[in-house]
């Protein structure tokens, strides 16, 4: 797969996800996330190129919609994956946690991710 630098930046966090590939249903990790893009890990092994669809528990007990979603890579338990379609609500739910995100890393305010682990960070 080719390098490719993400439209939008990654931020830090940890919360409960749970994923539908086909019949197949995961729960796991979301790591980090942006607007586009988010990194897990789940009990279900997902392959490049594979679609599903997510529900995020945010951690301010927030939920998040993602009905299709692409794998763009995985390894192991771990893959990340690009949102392909979202409801406009949704997606503006997302860009203001995503802000509040953002401003907390500018005023130098200490991550509200709900992350206890500094190695992901």
């Not at 729960?27 to 996330?33: A, D």
């Not at 406009?88 to 995503?98: F, I, M, N, S, W």
């Not at 802000?99 to 991550?111: A, I, V």
Request: include cysteine; charge should be neutral.
């Amino acid at each position: 797969m080719p390098f490719s630098i993400r439209s939008f930046q990654r931020f830090p966090v940890c919360c409960s996800v749970m994923y539908d590939a086909g019949p197949f249903q995961g729960q796991g990790t979301v790591w980090n996330l942006s607007c586009t893009g988010w990194r897990l890990s789940g009990d279900l092994p997902m392959q490049p190129g594979e679609t599903l669809s997510l529900t995020v528990t945010l951690p301010n007990e927030q939920r998040i919609e993602i009905p299709e979603a692409v794998v763009r890579w995985s390894r192991g338990q771990e893959f990340a994956v690009e949102t392909m379609a979202i409801e406009p609500h949704t997606q503006a739910r997302l860009k203001h946690y995503v802000k509040r995100l953002m401003l907390n890393l500018t005023e130098g305010s200490p991550l509200e991710t709900g992350d206890s682990n500094p190695s992901r960070r």
